[in-house]
């Protein structure tokens, strides 16, 4: 199938990520997949072995070099890059690392998987991305705005910078024919909520956790042509939690 379209996707083991994988399956595109696990054993995805590449996002030298390795799978032209892997380290039982406690070094690795690896794997295959007018979309979150109870100062701040890398990336991507689109997913019900969620959801003007698949609609919707004049935008995803 020669105009079957690719999406080059980080972080696809759980959560929005998995349900991602689904959602652009069920239209029929092939999917790569980066992750720092090699390719699960148990998995049933067909073909995913071979479309799948170890990366540890954290490295950035790395990151760097499996962009000839990605170059080679794709063939050419890639249709979207859906930037979702991201680490949020916690302290002594789970507790939320501050601005004050979180190691330097700690800091350090959040920002190059959460911040520095989309911008290198865009720039890198830009001329793919340029080629199939594709789109990214980056994968933000409701902590990149205000202090949230459970994620870290790493983390929070990792994901506003990336909120403004996308308008960055917008701008500089446009006249190549690539639109940059951000995500912001508030409480997605994900393996990894954290204790006392709950107390939140009481509050949201919804009154229910996000499902994964929620999320996926929406990143399937900036990947597609009905978001054709869409750039440099954030979605949020949160049952209103922002307002």
């Known amino acids: 199938m020669t105009d079957q379209k690719t999406l080059l996707l980080t972080g696809a083991s759980r959560g929005i990520g998995h349900a991602t994988v689904k959602r652009f399956a069920r239209e029929g595109w092939r999917i790569l997949t980066c992750s720092r696990h090699p390719f699960p054993e148990g998995c049933p995805w067909g073909g995913g072995r071979d479309d799948h590449i170890q990366i540890d996002l954290a490295d950035p030298a790395a990151t760097m070099a499996a962009i000839e390795v990605i170059r080679g799978k794709i063939g050419g032209r890639l249709d979207a890059l859906v930037n979702n892997a991201g680490i949020s380290p916690k302290g002594a039982g789970g507790s939320r690392l501050n601005s004050i406690d979180t190691d330097l070094?700690?800091?350090g690795k959040v920002f190059h998987v959460n911040f520095f690896a989309p911008i290198v794997l865009a720039r890198g295959l830009r001329d793919e991305l340029s080629v199939a007018r594709g789109a990214v979309v980056n994968v933000t979150s409701i902590a990149g705005s205000r202090v949230h109870p459970f994620a870290g100062a790493a983390y929070a701040t990792s994901k506003?910078?990336?909120k403004a890398l996308t308008r960055e990336m917008a701008h500089d991507f446009g006249p190549l024919g690539v639109r940059v689109n951000a995500i912001a997913p508030g409480e997605i019900e994900t393996s990894i909520l954290s204790p006392g969620t709950e107390k939140i959801v009481e509050g949201l003007p919804l009154r229910r956790l996000g499902q994964p698949a929620e999320v996926a609609d929406?990143?399937?919707?900036?990947c597609s042509d009905a978001s054709s004049y869409v750039t440099g935008t954030e979605i949020e995803?949160?049952?209103g939690q922002h307002v």
């Open 160 to 162: 506003a910078a990336l």
């Open 237 to 239: 995803v949160n049952a």
């Open 218 to 222: 929406v990143i399937w919707f900036l």
């Open 105 to 107: 070094r700690d800091w």
